[in-house]
């Protein structure tokens, strides 16, 4: 059995992978420590791509994306495009554990959660509203709205919270949470509640999750890949370079620095990312990521690494 730990992308993922693991230490479960590792971030209004404060879509409401799977039932959840309701890695826990569904979007989401007992919340901030209302007025939201390109990002306009966890009995757990890409066509859903896209467990093998650009990221179900690399017999770093060299092979359009990472854990507790190139949208901005396990129990923040561009496939080995 490994070491428990959690791990969880972008710095925001501190905290949260520091929740986790004090929840684990706690007796929690893997879902557990999941759970409580994306709300604080989806509570967290300073957070602009995650739950409440996330940045809305084109038409300036907040649609929220998240799913959570439990390795040791194999069982998962997730909700899309749901509005008006926080905590969207709570309610995809519920739609695991309570509904025989695995998935459940838009309003069908809105009114599972009510029926389960949440409560509606706008997840719109001031700031949040703000921000839309530059966005319409500015050319780049002529453009979406005539000619559907893919919208502007900006470095704080987008990011997920993935998380992994392995639990003190040796299960494993992976969720993500997200507002999506801001400023997103009404109805758009990423990769980040998508089973084998945005978070993939093998309770025998590891977990993965990952960030960054959905609309490419989901046609290489590159967390799917990511375990069953480390069923091979990869490091957990090596699976996920292994599974973004595939995306960019497959993707040979995937524009750095439109970016994707991926955070990984194996089954002895074994940390491991990479992301496809730093700069994220902004020259300066890092991958950056979060674990805590006993040696770490607040989270230590690293960086990279990136795949070797020169190195990407143009076969398949
Ligand atoms: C999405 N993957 O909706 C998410 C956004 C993200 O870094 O993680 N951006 O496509």
New binding site residues.
């Given amino acids: 059995m490994g070491l428990p730990g959690v791990i969880a992308t972008w710095p925001f993922g501190g905290p949260a992978a520091s929740a986790g693991f004090q929840r684990l230490l706690a007796g929690g479960s893997a879902v557990d420590a999941v759970e409580v590792a994306g709300n604080i971030v989806e509570m967290d209004p300073s957070v602009s ?1 995650v739950g409440y404060g996330g940045m809305p879509n084109a038409l300036g409401v907040v649609e929220l ?1 998240a799913a959570i799977m439990d390795g040791a039932t194999h069982e998962a959840g997730a909700v899309c495009a749901m509005v008006d309701i926080g905590t969207p890695i709570s309610i995809a826990r519920r739609v695991m554990e309570r509904s025989p569904h695995v998935m459940l979007a838009g309003i069908g989401a809105r009114d599972f959660a009510l029926s389960q007992g949440f409560i509606l919340q706008s997840q719109l901030t001031p700031q949040a509203q703000q921000r839309w209302d530059e966005w319409r007025n500015s050319e780049a939201a002529e453009a979406v709205v005539a000619h559907f390109p893919t919208p502007p990002l900006a470095p704080d306009n ?3 919270i993935g998380i992994c966890a392995l639990d003190a009995h040796g299960n494993l757990a992976a969720g993500c949470t ?1 507002s ?2 801001a400023w ?1 066509l009404a109805g758009r859903v ?3 509640p998508i089973i084998g896209a ?1 978070l993939y467990v093998d309770n025998e093998f590891g977990a993965a999750a ?6 490419e ?1 989901m046609k290489a179900c590159l967390t799917y890949r990511t375990v069953m690399n480390m069923a091979k017999g990869m490091s957990p770093t090596e699976a996920c370079i292994e599974s973004l060299r595939y995306l960019l092979s497959r993707r040979s359009t995937f524009n750095n620095p439109y ?1 994707a990472a991926i955070v990984s854990i194996r089954k002895d507790g074994e940390f491991g990312s990479a992301a496809t190139c730093s700069g ?1 949208e902004a020259p300066s901005r890092v991958w950056s990521w979060a674990a805590a396990n006993d040696n770490t129990p607040n989270g230590l923040i690293s960086t990279g690494p990136y795949v070797d561009l020169s190195a990407v496939y143009s076969t398949l080995p």
């Fill in positions: 791509s994306d987008h990011d997920t997200t999506g890409m997103k990423g990769d980040s945005g990952a960030t960054g650009h959905g609309d990221m970016g994220f």
